[in-house]
């Protein structure tokens, strides 16, 4: 008996300690052994990655043959609409597919008249837009060393047009039609002869045409809205000047009209001038109200103060009564 109760002890411990191991504890996974020969054989003491050692260390010649992108570039053709969204089979698509729209081509033009709105809707006489063979830029238009023979068509938006160092020959009163804001004109070194009557009267918010290193023998009429007056370097005789040119230009203050041919001051001129210069011109002389009111002594002209008529075959001691109105002499010789 007491045998049987000792074996049956046994096997309650023999149980017990099977439930306390945990299940898989009798097996060894082995681990693969580590072979230090492979990093025996590294040298690491000079791996120094920089933009310098970048390709010695790492080699990219081959990179483009491990991976091929071109399979997963979706091609798209210019001029082509997009593709239609992908819907559930069997149910029709609701998005609307854009129609492309035919563009409108612009009818050719030889004039100034506009052909369509906006700054490109003007022709040049080559068939091209003004806009795209000159630059503009809000309201101004540079043309500058373009090859032009014309003044091109011109946006009715335009206050400032700069066509220096071109090939224009001609003004045509076409060229500035209907072009009521525009303010200024240089014109730069070209090659103007000829002026169309009117070309200029017309622009009513003209304040500034500058016309130097041209051809031109006689001077354009001139709007009663000019400021400055710039015709320097020119050809213009003092047969070119109309009677009293300057008379009722009331806002004029600047008159350039150095390195001409003009053999006397043209006069009277506007209480509003401040600059004259006639330097390097043919004038010998000079009449004593040129400038002054020999009849009023008291008269002061005192913003006339910036004269210039060096250059030219006149002695100015010889009519000291032609400035006492002015609050400087001009500028030339006086022996």
Known sequence: MPSAVLLGMITLALAALALAVPLGEGKKTEKPST?????????LDNYDLSLNNYGDIIDLSNYDELYDYGDLAPKIEVGTLAPPAKTPEGMPSTRAVPTATPRKELPMSTTAKPVGPGLLGFITEQGLSTC??????????????????????LPLETMYLYARFNSIGQIRARDFAGLKKLKRIDLTSNYISSVEEGSFRQLTSLQELILPENRLTVL????????????????????????????????????????????????????????????NNNIQTMHQDTFCDSQDLTHIRRALEDIRLDGNPINLSLFPSAYFCLPRLPTGRFY
């Open 220 to 279: 354009p009429d001139l709007p009663s809205s000019i400021i400055r007056l710039d015709a320097r370097f020119n050809r213009i005789q003092s047969s070119g000047l109309r009677p009293e040119a300057f008379r009722e230009l009331k806002k004029l203050q600047f008159l350039h009209l150095s390195d001409n041919e003009l053999d006397y001051i043209p006069a009277p001129l506007p209480e509003s001038l401040r600059s004259l210069h006639l330097q």
């Open 132 to 153: 795209l063979v000159c630059v503009c830029i809000g309201t101004s238009v540079y043309c500058d060393d373009a090859g032009l023979e014309h003044i091109p068509a």
């Open 35 to 43: 072979d230090l020969t492979i990093y025996e054989s590294l040298n």
